[in-house]
């Protein structure tokens, strides 16, 4: 049974679409983490959290934005899609001490 | 800038074999340092996480070593296994922010 779920999996859309990829964890911790990763290449933070109410910037910079509400949740949007956001986006959250990854969600923007 | 140097290059090695990967960083000196296991499509699972302070770490069949003066960690997964054909990458909390910076990864394949 995984503690952090990703949806959706895969995800075809157009271009100009406006997309949220949903990010859960139960495992009641405080940071969460974005990173996004393309075929063979390395993660590139994107989006961190450190608790409720507050969201940073990664080292890569994206046109998404993110949001946290509440402690469990932590989506993703990207308001107009274009093909070069086409991509793998994998949450994650952890203590520092060891990072759980959800199954990711690979996004095509055609 | 802090740069986390994985071999791009596939390890192919023999069933029963050792493998051993390198990381190498360069600048900072980060409180501790954590090993990945990537599958194609998923994302990354952790393995072990050494210290600074730490020379070495194993779990299993699995051993980490952390060298802070050469700024480098070994990664050594003995009787290897088809199994463990993987991608394994390398990262590090560079300035003790809870933020991981992940090397690019190697490709380990084991023949059977």
């Known amino acids: 049974e995984a503690d952090i779920y990703q949806t959706p999996r895969y995800l075809v859309i157009g271009t100009g679409k406006k997309i949220t990829l949903e990010c859960s964890q139960t495992?009641?911790?405080?940071?969460m983490y974005w990173y996004q990763q393309d075929p063979g290449m390395e993660l590139h933070l994107i989006h961190y959290s450190y608790g409720v109410n507050s969201t940073e910037k990664g080292d890569l910079s994206s046109e998404s934005t993110v949001s946290r509400i509440r402690t469990e949740h932590f989506p993703l949007t990207l308001e107009s899609a274009r093909p070069s956001h086409t991509s793998q986006y994998l949450c994650a959250t952890g203590t520092g001490l060891g990072y759980t990854f959800g199954s990711g969600t690979r996004l095509t923007v055609v | 800038s802090q740069k986390i140097e994985q071999n791009s290059e596939a390890l192919n090695i023999q069933e029963g074999k050792t493998a051993t990967l390198t990381c190498n960083y360069t600048?900072?000196?980060?409180?501790?340092l954590q090993w990945y296991r990537q599958d194609p499509g998923r994302g990354p699972v952790f393995l072990l996480l050494i210290r600074e302070n730490e020379k070495e770490k194993r779990k299993e069949r699995l051993k980490v070593t952390f060298d802070t003066t050469l700024k480098q960690s070994l990664f050594h997964i003995t009787a290897s296994q088809p199994a463990d054909s993987a991608t394994y990458l390398c990262?590090?909390?560079?300035?003790?922010?809870?933020?991981?910076?992940f090397g690019s990864g190697t490709r380990l394949l084991v023949r059977p």
């Open positions: 600048n900072y000196s980060p409180a501790y």
């Open positions: 495992m009641g911790h405080d940071k």
């Open positions: 990262a590090l909390d560079m300035d003790s922010s809870y933020k991981l910076i």
